[in-house]
């Protein structure tokens, strides 16, 4: 169908940088599960790596393999402008619309690229261009539905959504409904990039990037604790964090763990999924660098 699986039978993902062995062919020719999907930068970054390889060689190969994964991304797209994580598989939460780990921000990433005829999409055919162009514009209105309205303000993002409700969905047992700080990083970060922003998209930045900064973690980070044998909170006067999931009413900081059940405090989870998981990042602060940078950009505009 165009797509790619996000990594081969041994769990390993390709490194299309390095060249292709026979140990590394045999392992892709064992691989009999193909689950398409653009979980994990998988088929985005297959996608991405072809067409700079054509744009190095101009081996056609290259540009029409892209090209059948350009057409998968394409019909994957749900009319509401979301894509699954999977598709066409839609079991367990796998037809949900994914921020989870920047899938859907990847997928428009090529839209953007496409669309502005840039970083080697150039060579793709004409037209990619029209298509990509309504695919970017249906992805943008769905960013903007999703934001999540806390007493009409918009914050940020959940991880993934209801395909049909476009309401915040749980994942895995240990992924609740909840605020992303994570995803939503990089969702903001997507729509800065966008030339002639409506007011509607100038206003779901502004209230995110607002919300980025009332809701950091000051003079902490997630570090091993001093007996090296688990992670927690260590105060660190210099260190700026967010937790990876917030409340979607209260934005305190909430934690998942294998038994479905949501926590409050880090040190309450399983110890394995305590040290397992990024439960706090420093996400946020390129953001708010980069932040005034946009205002100025604008403002020459």
């Not at 193909?34 to 998988?42: L, P």
């Not at 088929?43 to 056609?60: D, P």
């Amino acid at each position: 169908n165009g797509a790619w699986p996000k990594q081969l039978a041994d769990k390993s993902v390709v490194k299309y940088e390095n060249k292709l062995t026979e140990q590394l062919l045999a392992k892709i020719k064992a691989t009999t599960v193909k689950h398409a999907t653009i979980d994990n930068h998988a088929t985005t970054r297959e996608i991405n790596s072809l067409v700079k390889a054509y744009s190095e060689t101009t081996n056609r190969k290259y540009l029409e393999a892209a090209q059948k994964g350009i057409d998968y991304l394409l019909e994957a797209q749900y009319a509401n402008g979301g894509w699954p994580q999977y598709y066409p598989d839609k079991s367990m939460y796998r037809a949900e619309i994914t921020y989870n780990d920047d899938a859907m921000i990847n997928v428009l990433g090529i839209m953007f690229n496409i669309s502005n005829k840039a970083a080697g999409f150039e060579a793709v055919e004409e037209k990619y261009v029209a298509k990509s162009k309504v695919s970017l514009e249906k992805g943008l209105s769905c960013i903007l539905k999703t934001q999540v309205l806390q007493n009409g303000t918009p914050t940020i993002w959940a991880a993934q959504y209801d395909e049909n409700t476009l309401q915040p969905a749980k994942a895995r047992a240990f992924e609740p409904e909840a605020l992303s700080a994570s995803e939503s990083v990089n969702i903001v970060r997507f729509l800065m990039k966008i030339q002639q922003p409506s007011a509607e998209l100038k206003n779901a930045i502004e209230n995110a990037v607002k919300w980025f900064d009332a809701n950091k973690i000051v003079g902490f980070k997630f570090a091993q604790l001093a007996d090296k044998k688990d992670k927690g909170l260590v105060a660190d006067a210099s260190s700026t964090i967010w937790a990876r999931f917030y409340d979607l009413k209260t934005n305190k900081p909430i934690f998942g763990d294998r038994d479905n059940v949501i926590y409050t405090d880090v040190k309450d989870i399983s110890y394995e999924r305590r040290n397992g998981y990024a439960w706090y990042g420093t996400w946020g602060n390129n953001l708010v660098r980069e932040y005034p940078k946009w205002l100025k950009m604008l403002a020459q505009k």
